[in-house]
């Protein structure tokens, strides 16, 4: 089998890690891997169910009910497929968002996803991006980028992205949200955020797209050819 590469994304939450990793995968050919949707399709399943993502023994008891695909469409944007129902839209939601960092600190949650996780990392060259590729999901990826931005640069970003789809959203509350998902990732006591030790750390505050793109192109091209 050729050789794969694989470029982990890691950073807390509205850093824009999945903007910058699907401007790279589309530029360099590579296959662009969300694990956050994969999270986020386990709490939309167990939402609907009506089980709470602090109950253990409900996240155990139904976990084994679902079935979770990534498929790309022809322009490579990955969908989720949840028992065979595409609900790709239906995930992206600020209370999907926060019951995704709840469940994602199941150790039974991860056991089941890590592996297609790095079943997919093994057949295609990948941007995997989340909180815990570079240390737990891939911790032999051949680049490792650690991208942030401050909290309050976060929430204006991502205030301003809800505003965009026609969604409800106010900055002071979507702040409030982030700084409780931060602390929620960075303290969990499963597969923590935290950067990995030979990760790059790029600081988006002041950087615009294009900027970033730039930036961690640069990172790669040291690593994996081009």
Do not use: C, W
């Not at 994602?104 to 056991?111: G, I, L, T």
């Not at 570079?134 to 204006?156: C, H, M, Q, W, Y």
């Not at 602390?183 to 797209?209: C, F, G, N």
């Amino acid at each position: 089998m050729a050789k794969t590469y694989s470029i982990a994304i890691d950073g807390p939450a509205g850093a824009g890690k999945s903007t910058i990793a699907k401007r790279l995968a589309k530029e360099l050919g590579y296959k662009y891997v969300d694990t956050g949707a994969i999270y986020r399709t386990v709490a939309y399943f167990l939402d609907l169910l009506g089980v709470s993502p602090k109950d253990v023994d409900g996240v155990e008891r139904y976990i084994d009910e679902l079935t979770v695909v990534i498929e790309y469409d022809d322009d490579g944007v990955q969908h989720m497929i949840m028992n065979g129902m595409d609900v790709s839209g239906e995930i992206r939601t600020q209370d999907i968002s926060q019951k995704a960092s709840l469940v994602s600190a199941h150790a039974v949650v991860r056991e089941v996803l890590l592996d297609m996780q790095r079943d997919v990392a093994k057949s295609y060259n990948v941007i995997m991006d989340g909180r815990d590729i570079g240390t737990v999901v891939l911790p032999n990826a051949d680049v490792k980028i650690f991208l942030t931005a401050s909290a309050e640069v976060r929430a204006k970003r991502r205030t301003d992205e809800l505003l965009a789809k026609g969604q409800t959203a106010d900055y002071e509350t979507v702040l409030k949200e982030i700084v409780q998902r931060d602390y929620q990732d960075t303290h969990r006591p499963i597969a923590p955020l935290k950067m990995a030790k030979e990760s790059v750390k790029v600081d988006t505050s002041d950087m615009d797209i294009e900027q970033v793109v730039q930036t961690i192109r640069e990172i790669v091209g040291k690593k994996i050819p081009l």
